[in-house]
DNA sequence: TTTTCTAAATCGAAAATACCGATTGATGTG
DNA sequence: CACATCAATCGGTATTTTCGATTTAGAAAA
């Protein structure tokens, strides 16, 4: 049984009358004879009267003609709904984002959202490394990070978002805020509190020192960045990370520090082979409109 | 779009490996790589996400799944209700019936209807004219007549049940109800109501007195038989019908007519080259055996 | 009746396609 | 790094679908 012989068979059912069918069909006559016989003798029931000339419906036809129907119909339905989904009416899509990329998620995500609110968003929050680890197990659609070589996976696509320079921050009326500019040295100085390990920056930063040969004084390791700006805000500690990663509702001072490849490179990461759906690949294109503004 | 590609793909759904599916479906894993290809080439979207070696899930296949199974299964129901109704579990049958032949469909009737309580039965009352003309449109699935050349025609298949002899039906206080035997020519002496044209014994009553050069006073000529029954009763009249066509419990005579070929066939009759369902052979069998009692 | 027309079934050939085995390429694993 | 595994691909084979032509048979017309 096929979903071919079973529209021949409507067809045919519906004109009761084969020569005009199979024209409809288009296909030929005797095309159309040779289906339907093979679809009764896999029924092992006739579907048709034929009398003389005359075609018509058993009752095995008219029970049958039912179910077919619905057959084909879901068959149909599955390729509409995915038409659908191609056109974005429905579907769900999931983002994980660094805490330092929140600022370029939110505005982007609430365009999103406002402009296609019946499709459904989740956001995971994590660091590069969780966020990695689910890329892979194809738990996110895309993520959002740093460039860093955790993340270097050649199965990984990347789409570039911004560069933006790693600063201190610091409270606004700490001694350090009255900088124009900072070196790596001067920050060793000063007690700091970094992201938990985990966290692209963490790593950015202790490799930083390390190849700089400095030992900086780290006072805190922490897994959750608003704490950690809570912490820097109190003017005890200060932390590094990248400008855009501060806002300025946050209420806090950043200060550029000086030297080579200071710039992190914020981007987009998905899985290479995977199937885009049109809504991330939407999510992308308001994310870098969002950027270019 | 088949279902067979529909089978194949949520067989590897399943099982998320094609080469382990394609052994489970008796198919090489060549040919199931291509049947999927060609199924997510006509969806125009991925079902599969393959990631080097490992395969999963796209959203597309996860959403379109609960269509192909439906699909799937629709045609399987119809599959299944097919055989359900090649055992009779439902069903309708339509029996067309002559007066003459009532007390032989009643019996078999009880037995049927009580064995197969779900299978829904109409039964027509007619004229042998009425009936022949509702098998050949199919309205009826058989018809119980008696023998006659008016029902001859080549598409209709004949099922002998019994003969009977043609008798006078009289009060059995009637003169006549004390006769051993009767003549063609002491019927024409006696008052006579008849079935109306259409009715096979009317014909038949009336070809018997042309045969023999005789002229029945005919008085009425009526076109339901229990009223005609009932004006027999009342001893004014008499009329001719087949043995079996009167019951003990309707309280009349029957008296042999002497000569030859004086025997009705009964008979079943139905439309060759349509479908006997289950149900209507089963009456055939249980009209079979209810007369070879 | 006989003839003519029409529609479905049948038949043989050809076109399409489902299928297989072998191979390749890519990817995890020991 | 060798090895095993799995999906994709390729070329060829087998099967199936399809078609055109013909046959068969009923229905309509002559």
Chains 1, 2 share one sequence.
Not at 125 to 139: A, C, M, V
Request: hydrophobic share 45%; aromatic share 10%; net charge negative.
């Amino acid at each position: 049984m096929e979903l071919r012989q079973l529209k021949y068979f409507l067809k045919a059912k519906e004109l009761l009358n084969f020569t005009e069918a199979a024209e409809q069909l288009n296909i030929s006559q005797s095309t159309l004879s040779q289906q339907i016989k093979q679809l009764e003798d896999e029924l092992d029931i006739p579907l048709f009267n034929r009398i003389g000339k005359r075609v018509t419906l058993t009752e095995a036809g008219a029970l049958f003609a039912d179910f077919a129907f619905q057959s084909i119909n879901k068959a149909q339905d599955g390729l509409l709904m995915l038409r659908d989904l191609h056109n974005f009416q429905t579907g769900k899509i999931t983002i994980g984002v660094t805490y330092g990329l929140r600022y370029v998620l939110t505005p982007a995500l609430i365009l999103f959202a406002t402009q296609y609110p019946q499709i459904k968003i989740k956001v995971v929050f994590g660091t590069s490394e969780e966020l990695i680890d689910k890329l892979n197990h194809l738990e996110l659609d895309f993520a959002l990070s740093f460039f860093g070589d955790i993340a270097v996976e050649k199965h990984f696509d990347y789409q570039n978002l911004f560069c933006s320079p790693m600063t201190v921050v610091t409270a606004p009326d700490s001694a350090l805020a009255q900088k124009e500019i900072i070196t790596l040295e001067q920050i060793t100085q000063y007690p700091l509190v970094l992201p938990a390990k985990g966290y692209m920056t963490s790593k950015f930063v202790h490799d930083l020192f390390e190849r700089h040969a400095l030992s900086p004084n780290i006072a805190i390791e922490i897994n959750d960045i608003p704490t950690l700006l809570e912490l820097v805000k109190t003017g005890n500690w200060h932390t590094i990370l990248a400008k855009t990663s501060v806002s300025q509702k946050d209420g806090l001072a950043t200060i550029p520090l000086l030297g080579e490849n200071m710039d992190r490179t914020a981007m987009i990461i998905s899985m290479k082979e995977v199937y885009q759906k049109k809504a991330v690949k939407e999510f992308y294109q308001i994310l870098h409109e969002e950027i270019n503004l």
